[in-house]
């Protein structure tokens, strides 16, 4: 185990935790949204009693988001202290834009949204609603800006300074909007719209199964429901997008996805398998030229594969195939089972299926897993490059860092992360036991802002 090993397995650690909470976050606060706006528009409390109970598991995934998300911020000085030498003239502008468009929109209304309750007036709460979920929506996408940079570097030049080469922005807007940049962020963005859409139908359909809340739970469904089709949906068509990108810009990523050697062949699709690099073997069910069809609508199109590339510069194939194709399933298996509700929903018979709730309480796993699966799949997809085409991931880590002290710590954040995830479990698991009606007060919609002297809710 060597420096820059230890180091990829601590950052891979630190951040597929806390890209757990993100989505949710992110799909939760426009689930508010649209619950809120019911609320005002149909003035009926069982709106209300849904973004006060969805509004305190969002301050829950909000506060493990920002204690998780910080930890990778020092992580790029104390691990990868030349990469952050190289970007940082780069890499600096979309993290300060996020931390002052974003972060401090989505924190700065987030006090009124928390207490604001019987502060307020009912549209000054439901612009602060507005405002949290378009800030969280801000923070994914400077975020995305700093990563797609790395997958599609553009708007940019080397310079020396001091002895040392450093990426230098001449275009900002081509840093923003880099080739893979809006491709990625709807990929992103509708991910997170499912975490949020299945933690609502997950919750709904427990209450009903439980016959506890039920029209609390019966209307989470119908909404979450509604919402997650869409998403899912949505999805597919965004996937196809990313596919295409990069198979224009990351060519040996696109390759990997589907383990197609052929430096410039047809080239056919699995539906699940293995890859044995060695002879260069996919073992499994495959259809004949489907990835070809699919880049280019024809079956006879060739498709660069990982011959044209030498071996040191080809991903890891096997386990970018697997992490790829178990997204694919997942997203699959999410679709189908959101029009199958959706049948029974418009049959009237959904409440009925015992069989297909306990499915919803369970498929909240689903949007999270294939979340981190995507995340893995793009950011092994691109190795060795951690600026890609331009500064390989051996290169860019710290160079006086020791290897004990790396798994030292890999050791220490392992131990408070199985923490903080148990902490995180018991919280939500308290509050969905507890239940929407704790934190509803059944008064009028006020067609004023009422006294500062009024009750805050818990």
Avoid at 74 to 91: I, K, M, P
Avoid at 224 to 231: E, K
Avoid at 250 to 270: T, V, Y
Avoid at 370 to 398: C, D, H
């Amino acid at each position: 185990m060597n420096t820059l090993w230890l180091s990829r397995v601590q950052f891979g650690l630190t951040i597929s935790f806390h890209y757990l909470f993100p989505p949710l976050s992110i799909g939760l606060g426009v689930m508010m949204v649209v619950m809120e706006a019911m609320y005002l528009k149909t003035r009926k409390k069982v709106y209300e009693s849904m973004t006060r109970f969805w509004t305190r598991i969002f301050a829950l995934t909000f506060g493990l988001g920002v204690a998780t998300g910080i930890v990778m911020e020092f992580e790029f000085g104390t691990n990868w202290a030349n990469y952050s030498r190289f970007v940082g003239d780069v890499f600096g502008a979309p993290l300060a834009s996020e931390g002052i468009f974003a972060f401090f929109l989505e924190s700065g209304f987030l006090a009124v949204l928390l207490f604001g309750w019987d502060r307020v007036g009912p549209k000054t709460h439901f612009f602060s609603t507005l405002m949290v979920s378009l800030g969280s929506i801000f923070s994914a996408l400077w975020i995305n800006v700093a990563n797609s940079w790395m997958q599609t570097p553009a708007g940019f030049h080397l310079v020396w300074h001091n002895g040392v080469v450093r990426a230098q922005i001449t275009n900002f807007w081509q840093v923003v909007f880099n080739p893979s940049t809006v491709d990625r962020l709807v990929h992103v963005l509708l991910g997170a719209f499912m975490s949020g859409a299945f933690l609502v139908l997950s919750v709904g359909a427990y209450y009903v199964l439980k016959r506890r809340h039920e029209e609390f739970g019966r209307i989470c469904v119908r909404i979450a429901l509604i919402a997650a089709v869409i998403g899912a949906l949505a999805q597919l068509v965004s996937g196809d997008f990313n596919a295409k990108m990069i198979g224009k810009y990351q060519p040996a990523k696109l390759a990997a996805f589907e383990g197609h050697f052929p430096a410039d062949a047809p080239a056919g699709m699995s539906l699940f398998g293995w890859v044995d690099s060695k002879t260069q073997t996919v073992y499994g069910l495959r259809i004949p030229g489907m990835l070809s069809w699919l880049m280019y609508y024809n079956t006879k199109a060739p498709v660069i594969g990982l011959d044209h590339f030498p071996p040191a510069l080809r991903p890891p194939v096997n386990p970018v195939f697997q992490s790829y194709h178990a997204m694919v399933a997942i997203g699959m298996a999410l679709i189908f089972i959101t029009l199958l509700g959706v049948f029974y929903l418009w049959r009237g018979t959904l409440f009925q299926k015992r069989w297909l709730l306990w499915v919803f309480v369970i498929s909240v796993i689903g949007p999270e897993l294939a979340n981190e699966l995507g995340w893995f799949s793009a950011e092994v997809g691109r190795q060795p490059w951690i600026v890609y085409g331009i500064m390989k991931t051996s290169q860019g880590v710290s160079p006086h860092l020791a290897a004990g002290e790396v798994l030292a710590s890999i050791i220490m954040f392992g131990i408070m992360y199985v923490l903080l995830g148990l902490l995180f479990i018991f919280l939500m698991n308290r509050k969905i036991q507890q239940g929407p009606g704790e934190a509803v007060v059944a008064l009028p919609i006020p067609t004023a802002p009422v006294s500062g002297h009024a009750r805050l809710d818990a």
